[in-house]
C-alpha cells in the first residue's frame, strides 16, 4: 500500500480496472441508524465510490438496505438491517481491519447525549470502522 492524493484515489474508486485490491476508508454515519453506513459501503448503487470499492454486486443486501430505509416500524426496521448485516457477514466483500473509537467530551448535567448513554450500557455508538482487502472484488 502506498499514499496517493485523496482526488486521485476518488477517481481510481470510479473505475473498476482503476480501483486499488486493497484500500483503507473511514466512514462515519450521516445519522444515527445502520441505514446510513449500509448504504454507503454495501449498496450496489455506491459501487464505483470511495466507500464501495469492492464492485460487487448483492442484489438481497440491497433489497435488505432499501426495504430497511422505508420501513416506518423501528422495530421491524432493525430486523431488516440485522438481515442485511447477517448478508453481509456471510458474504464478506470486505474485511474489516480495525475499529477507531471516538473520543468526545460533552456536559452531562446539560444535555443526555444518546451516544454517551448507549457507552453506559456498554454499546459503541461512537466508532469508525476502516475497511480493507476487498475479498469478493472480481479481478
Not at 50 to 75: C, G, H, M, Q
Not at 97 to 122: D, R
Request: contains cysteine.
Amino acid at each position: 500500500m502506498f499514499k496517493v492524493p485523496w482526488a486521485k484515489f476518488v477517481d481510481q474508486a470510479s473505475r473498476l480496472e482503476d480501483t486499488p485490491h486493497g484500500t483503507t476508508i473511514s466512514e462515519s454515519s450521516h445519522y444515527s441508524e445502520a441505514g446510513s453506513l449500509l448504504r454507503a459501503i454495501y449498496h450496489s448503487e455506491s459501487i464505483g465510490t470511495y466507500t464501495n470499492t469492492s464492485w460487487v454486486r448483492y442484489p438481497d443486501i440491497d433489497e435488505a438496505i432499501d426495504r430497511a430505509l422505508k420501513e416506518t416500524d423501528f422495530n421491524e426496521r432493525l430486523k431488516l438491517y440485522r438481515k442485511a448485516q447477517e448478508l453481509i457477514v456471510e458474504y464478506q466483500p470486505h474485511i474489516p481491519i480495525f475499529e477507531e473509537p471516538e473520543v468526545h467530551a460533552y456536559q452531562s448535567g446539560y444535555l443526555t447525549w444518546e451516544p454517551a448513554e448507549l457507552g453506559k450500557q456498554g454499546k459503541n455508538y461512537c466508532s469508525r470502522f476502516r475497511f480493507a482487502v476487498h475479498v469478493g472484488r472480481p479481478i
